[in-house]
């Protein structure tokens, strides 16, 4: 992990939240937030991993198991000071009922993530914002590694953007992104070859906002009847054939329309051995 981002993994606290116990996701982001604050103000130089090679100036990787009992340590202190006197006096004005269900199917592992923040804005700290909230799900091939780094990073990616404050559908698109070039270069490094789509649900008052990449998929119900958002990214879309042989590759039937005879969808987060496997290209 890279000293830049300590926050991403410090933030992802809150999605141990279901793991642990029944804590409502008000406090869960609010934990989240005091306990990211006060470890990135903290000295972090004792965690830091030596270089071995050059060519890795502006950068530093942090040994993630050292941060964790670092993160877990400040967590157990500030819910022991909370105990004592609660600070907290917001709630949150929407409420989102949300059921998750996840299924490892007939793979050796589970290489799918979800991410559900209903109290963005208390997360994040932000005060100036209409409610805000953040649901996505990530369907992870070739291991698990792309799918974790998307769940962790991109909502943060988000809120990072210079234009999240007045264009989050712009904001979203950047993420992806931004998302997608740094696990690239994190795959390089440590000779991934995994990917990950993924699909994001952005509420912000009133207004639903929905990015993806790849073939995950989301649906409105309103009033009992579906509402198609969005058109998934497969090899067997004509524009997605098009896109994918302008740029050297090919579409072949082999169980399924799948680039080049292998993947199946024709856009991911990583996988840039294959580049034309992009994303939002």
Known sequence: MLASGPAFEVQDLYEFRPRFSNCPSFLAAALARATSDEVLQSDLSAHYIPKETEGTEGSVEIETVKLARSVFSKLHEICCSWVKEFPLRRRPQLYYETSIHAIKNMRRKME?????????????????QEEQAYFAVFDGHGGVDA???????????????EMFP???????????????ERFVQKAARESLRCGTTGVVTFIRGNMLHVAWVGDSQVM??????????????????????????ALGGCVVWFGAWRVNGSLSVSRAIGRKNINFVSLLS
């Not at 007045?166 to 931004?178: G, N, Q, S, T």
């Not at 009992?224 to 042989?245: F, S, T, Y």
């Open 166 to 180: 007045h264009d989050p559908a712009e904001a979203l698109c950047r993420a992806f992104r931004v998302t997608d």
């Open 220 to 245: 409105l119900v309103r009033k009992g009847q579906a509402v198609e958002l969005m058109k998934p990214h497969k090899p067997d879309r004509e524009d997605e054939k098009q896109r994918i042989e």
């Open 147 to 161: 799918a974790i780094y998307a769940s962790i990073h991109l909502h943060v990616n988000l809120v990072r953007q």
């Open 112 to 128: 799918d993530k979800h991410v559900c923040i209903p109290d963005f804005n208390m997360l994040f700290n932000l005060e100036d």
